[in-house]
């Protein structure tokens, strides 16, 4: 599998993972609760997507499908009900939901690469320039970049993934 | 009255107010402040005084009433969460809830009069949001501060009035029109969710600072 797929996947998670920080405490609130929310959610997710097994290629073409629908479903979320702490476990399932596919990503490329160093090695340095590419983003304009980035950072993993042929 | 550090800011409102609320996000910092940093003159057994740990934002927008003040007793907008209180954004909830004549007060963060970069942006953002704004600094250079409102319902003149009455002999007062000029031939885009590079800014000045003295 190729190097290349595990970086954008770093970069995506890392983008996503700024994107929901940034969506929380500029429109609902910058307390600890928001960032324990979206933290708590993602591992959750992950683990949940690391223990289970999506066998089939309809269940885990699901998995992919759900991920940006879920980071977006918090955008609108956010837009419908600004400062509304009333929709916050809703957010955090959602976040939770975006998590699962991160797990997802990291059992399947395991499971065919068997090279766990190479994986988080690429994935890693992947995270370290989404998490960049999150603070000059935002400070350039935050508001698009909310907008945006997330798909397309996703657009770039999909597009590496079909372009190496892995079936995650 | 945004942000609680000393409590000094409180101390100064509480015999004119009817009622001060603090809105302090962080409660180690509000304690801190009032055993360590209050010097006596604490608040906490003052019936006119209330504190609630929330986000200024949060508490804002969640606001039932309206409010006579809103000012702001926080750091400069050099992180990205207290930036987020210097935008156009957090300016317009304020707005929403200010009564009619009501005030925000904002410290502009550096002598105004000198037009430094930090000062320049805070107003601007206050001018691009309310028709009434007024920076007044000190003739020391240390003390700027802005305030600003929809219908403010007072000019510069008796402003000026006020604070020479008031023992502040060497203020400076600029209104809307002197603003203006003041910042003429500067191009600057007010603070917002679309421009907030004045963190990434302040960010790479400080690390330039500490790692590259000249």
């Not at chain 1, 954008?8 to 929380?24: E, M, N, R, T, W």
């Amino acid at each position: 599998m190729n190097a290349a797929v595990f970086f954008a996947a770093g970069f995506c998670f890392a983008v996503l993972q700024f994107c929901f920080f940034f969506l929380l405490e500029s429109q609902l609130s910058s307390a600890w609760n928001s960032y324990a929310a979206v933290t708590l959610a993602w591992m959750a997710g992950i683990l949940i997507g690391l223990m289970v097994s999506f066998e089939t290629s309809r269940m885990r073409r699901a998995i992919w499908l759900v991920n940006l629908p879920c980071y977006y479903g918090v955008w609108l979320g956010l837009r419908a009900w600004p400062f509304d702490a009333r929709a916050l476990p809703l957010y955090a399932l959602l976040v939770a939901g975006s998590g699962l596919f991160a797990g997802h990503f990291f059992r399947a490329s395991f499971a065919q690469t068997k090279n766990a160093r190479s994986l988080l090695l690429h994935e890693n340095n992947g995270f370290v320039l989404g998490l960049l590419a999150g603070l000059l983003g935002f400070a350039a304009n935050g508001r698009l970049f909310l907008l945006l980035a997330p798909a397309l950072s996703f657009v770039l993993l999909f597009i590496f993934a079909r372009l190496a042929r892995c079936s995650l | 009255m945004v942000g609680s550090g000393s409590f000094e800011a409180v101390a100064q409102a509480l015999p004119a107010a009817r009622h001060v609320t603090s809105v302090e996000i962080d409660p180690v910092v509000a304690a801190a402040g009032l055993r360590y940093l209050s010097g006596g003159r604490t608040p906490e057994h003052e019936p006119k005084w209330s504190i609630e740990i929330d986000d200024a934002k949060h508490y804002i927008a969640n606001l039932t009433g309206s409010v006579d003040v809103v000012a702001l007793d926080i750091a400069g907008p050099f992180q990205r969460q207290v930036a987020l209180l210097y935008t156009q954004e957090f300016y317009e909830l304020i707005k929403r809830h200010l009564r009619p004549g009501g005030i925000l007060s904002v410290p502009a963060n550096g002598d105004f009069q000198k037009r430094p970069e930090t000062a320049s942006l805070i107003v601007t953002t206050l001018l691009s949001t309310f028709p009434d704004v007024f920076v007044v600094t000190r003739g020391n250079g240390r003390t700027s501060f802005a305030m600003a409102g929809t219908t403010l319902g007072f000019g510069k003149a008796e402003l000026l009035k006020r604070m020479k009455a008031e023992g502040r002999e060497d203020v400076v007062v600029y209104d809307r029109q002197d603003i203006q000029r003041h910042l003429q031939g500067r191009l600057i885009r007010p603070l917002s969710l679309a421009n907030m590079d004045v963190v990434l800014k302040q960010g790479v000045d400080r690390l330039r600072r500490k790692f590259f003295k000249a």
